[in-house]
Every structure is written in C-alpha cells, then in structure tokens.
T-cell receptor, first 114, second 108 residues
C-alpha cells in the first residue's frame, strides 16, 4: 500500500512569508506527527495529531501550527518565516492507538528560506 | 524530555555483525524502544522496536537489558546498504524524541 506522501518536496520561500506543507498518511492510519530536521538541531518533534486533535506538541514557537482533517490528512503551517526555519520537514503516520505503534515517515519537504 | 544517548559513530567490516548500543536511563515502564535508520536525503526508516523482551525481525535483532536502561541493535551481517545514521528512541505520550544517532560506516 502507498506510504506517507508529503508535498511539496522542495520549496524556496522568502523571509517573512508563510508556508503550508501537506501530508497524506498511510491508509488506515489516524495519527500524524511532524518533525523538523536541521544539521544543527537534528530531528525535533513538532506536534502530533490523532482524529483531528493535537495530542502533543514540541518546543516550537507559535509560528508553527498544524491541523488534521477528518480523512487524517494533515497540514503544517509556518508563518513569518525566518532563515533558521530552513530545514527538512518530516511527516510520519501510525495507527496511533498506543505509544508502541510504529510510525512511518515520508520523504520530507525541503524548505529553504532566503 | 527523555533522551537517549548513543555513540556518534561506529565502523564495521562488511559481512560482520554490528552491535549498536543505546542508553535510555530515564525510560518509564510504558515507553517502547524503537530503532530507525536514515539514509541521506531520505526520511527515517523503521528497523525494529520492543518493550521488555528481545525482538527479532528480518532486518535486525533488538536486545533489551533487564532493567531496560539500555538496549543494543544487532545487525547480523552488515552490508554496504546498512551504512546510515541509526537512531534509538524512547516513545511515550505520542511523541518520539530523537537523539543524535550513530553514524554507521561499513567497510568493504
């Protein structure tokens, strides 16, 4: 079955703009989580959604937000972009019923802020 | 946040076993231990996970210490395709906290 799909794969934005990234989970998965990966900070947890509800969030400013739709697809938004937001943004999905459920990652969206 | 500690890098010869260690001294009773690996420009790939008992699958084995404060990922015969960054993670409360991972280099 199809894996986690993220769009767009690559994008370039200017400081001050906002960006929306999209994630389609594996069919049947109800949990979607988002991560930011940078060379300096590694992989950092942003937030997790299950059945349209945010269950947990990481230590990121309010400029980073997300949502999940009734079909489990998810979007994340970053407003007022800063140079430091340049990163690989990864989405992962799982069944979500317990912390033992395996999460499966997409290929990521490469964001460059100039 | 709970964080795991791993060696920054390890080397192995091709066709030999590799033991990748991980310390997770703050693990709680309900936290699972997951291992993922990441190749350049790709998302992390699931390898194996467990709670208390040792686990085996087609990719690797996971040995979990009795006190659960450490674990070891075992690749039985390393191949060049196993060269990647390996992450050991404690999962709890619906989020994964990644450490810095171990960069595995496989020598031909």
């Amino acid at each position: 079955k199809a894996g986690v799909t993220q769009t767009p794969r690559y994008l370039i934005k200017t400081r001050g703009q906002q960006v929306t990234l999209s994630c389609s989970p594996i069919s049947g998965h109800r949990s979607v989580s988002w991560y930011q990966q940078t060379p300096g900070q590694g992989l950092q947890f942003l937030f997790e959604y299950f059945s349209e509800t945010q269950r947990n969030k990481g230590n990121f400013p309010g400029r980073f937000s997300g949502r999940q739709f009734s079909n489990s697809r998810s979007e994340m938004n970053v407003s007022t972009l800063e140079l430091g937001d340049s990163a690989l943004y990864l989405c992962a999905s799982s069944l979500g019923r317990s912390s033992g459920n395996t999460i499966y990652f997409g290929e990521g969206s490469w964001l460059t802020v100039v | 946040d709970a964080k795991t500690t791993q060696p920054n890098s390890m080397e192995s010869n091709e066709e030999e076993p590799v033991h990748l260690p991980c310390n997770h001294s703050t693990i709680s009773g309900t936290d699972y231990i997951h291992w993922y690996r990441q190749l350049p420009s790709q998302g992390p790939e699931y390898v194996i996970h467990g709670l208390t008992s040792n686990v085996n699958n087609r990719m690797a084995s996971l040995a979990i210490a009795e006190d659960r404060k450490s674990s070891t990922l075992i690749l039985h015969r390393a191949t060049l395709r196993d060269a990647a960054v390996y992450y050991c993670i404690q999962s709890g409360t619906y989020k994964y906290i990644f450490g810095t991972g171990t960069r595995l280099k496989v020598l031909a």
